[in-house]
């Protein structure tokens, strides 16, 4: 699934909800087909009623998840000898990046000096999607030897 979602991130958008919407009838039809054999007239209502809903659930739940599976599919990388990008999640409207580091790590390693070194360079990435309330946060989440530590990039860290 998602490799299809990734090839899908580079359609058109309307091309995208096109698929949807007559994935959405087709179901639609298989789910009418027991009522309108046993004869009840509502039956022809309910393809119609399946691709209806897409229209207001689709601006909310396809671009997330095309976004995330377009991320996700060239993960693993490596950003250096010792931090790999595993993969990215996207739900509630916080984008979450899981990275590993591997190797010894001093016991007072802090993450938050990789956000001080680098706000704003995440600022200029995420800006636009912060301004169109597209993401509330992005996480940056390590996991090392030691447990997992965590920084967040807010629109106010980016003002």
């Given at each position: 699934?998602?490799?299809?979602?990734?090839?899908?991130?580079?359609?058109?958008?309307?091309?995208?909800?096109?698929?949807?919407?007559?994935?959405?009838?087709?179901?639609?039809?298989?789910?009418?087909?027991?009522?309108?054999?046993?004869?009840?007239?509502?039956?022809?209502?309910?393809?119609?009623?399946?691709?209806?809903?897409?229209?207001?659930?689709?601006?909310?739940?396809?671009?997330?998840?095309?976004?995330?599976?377009?991320?996700?599919?060239?993960l693993p990388q490596n950003i250096d000898?010792?931090?790999?990008?595993?993969?990215?999640?996207?739900?509630?409207?916080?984008?979450?990046?899981?990275?590993?580091?591997?190797?010894?790590?001093?016991?007072?390693?802090?993450?938050?000096?990789?956000?001080?070194?680098?706000?704003?360079?995440?600022?200029?990435?995420?800006?636009?999607?912060?301004?169109?309330?597209?993401?509330?946060?992005?996480i940056y989440d390590y996991q090392t030897?030691?447990?997992?530590?965590?920084?967040?990039?807010?629109?106010?860290?980016?003002?």
């Amino acid at each position: 699934m998602q490799p299809l979602l990734a090839t899908m991130a580079d359609w058109p958008p309307i091309a995208v909800y096109a698929l949807v919407g007559a994935l959405a009838g087709l179901i639609g039809v298989l789910v009418a087909y027991p009522f309108k054999k046993a004869g009840y007239k509502f039956a022809q209502f309910i393809p119609i009623v399946f691709v209806a809903s897409t229209v207001p659930l689709m601006p909310q739940i396809l671009p997330p998840l095309l976004i995330e599976a377009n991320i996700n599919a060239s993960l693993p990388q490596n950003i250096d000898e010792a931090t790999t990008l595993q993969s990215a999640s996207i739900s509630e409207k916080e984008l979450t990046y899981f990275f590993t580091i591997d190797g010894e790590l001093p016991a007072d390693f802090d993450v938050s000096v990789i956000k001080a070194d680098n706000l704003s360079t995440f600022c200029n990435t995420f800006r636009s999607s912060f301004e169109n309330r597209f993401y509330t946060k992005v996480i940056y989440d390590y996991q090392t030897q030691a447990g997992s530590k965590q920084f967040t990039v807010t629109p106010d860290d980016c003002r």
